[in-house]
């Protein structure tokens, strides 16, 4: 909406293709913006890596890669010392089952863990779990607050 209502890249228009790298972290942008406010390229610039955060929730969701919600979370040391022990025993011999079925061993297994409204985001060099309400809440604030921010400088 910045660059189409205020010009901030002159060149950049609907018909020009260049509208695919308006980023609104990105340094040509924030470049313009300084050149107009630096006031506000300063703001700007300094949430940068929510941005960047942002930007790796919301890549999966565009280029339709799944986020994954887990169906339990284990975060108690001895919910995973439970489950740790539930899972090595399904894998043991028939006879050590104590009479048993492997199927009932396992579900007692996922039972030890309990629900929360997370998701996970996995890369090659990290797996981040995310609090669903309060990543909402924490870029939702994040969000008026930018928008407030730019509105002003720009009026």
Known sequence: MLQFEFKILPSTTEESGARMKVHLFGDKF??????????HAKHLSAMKAWGLDLAALRDPAAHRIPLYVPPGVVSAQEQVDEFQRLDAL??????????????????????????APVFCVTSATENKVYSIPKQLL???????????????AFR
């Open 138 to 152: 924490y870029d939702h604030r994040r969000y008026l607050h930018l928008a407030r921010k730019l509105l002003e």
């Open 30 to 39: 924030l470049s313009s913006v300084r050149s107009r406010s630096p006031n």
């Open 90 to 115: 399904s894998g043991t011999p028939e006879e050590e089952l104590g009479g048993k079925r492997r199927i009932e061993i396992i579900i007692e297994a996922q039972q030890v863990a309990s629900f």
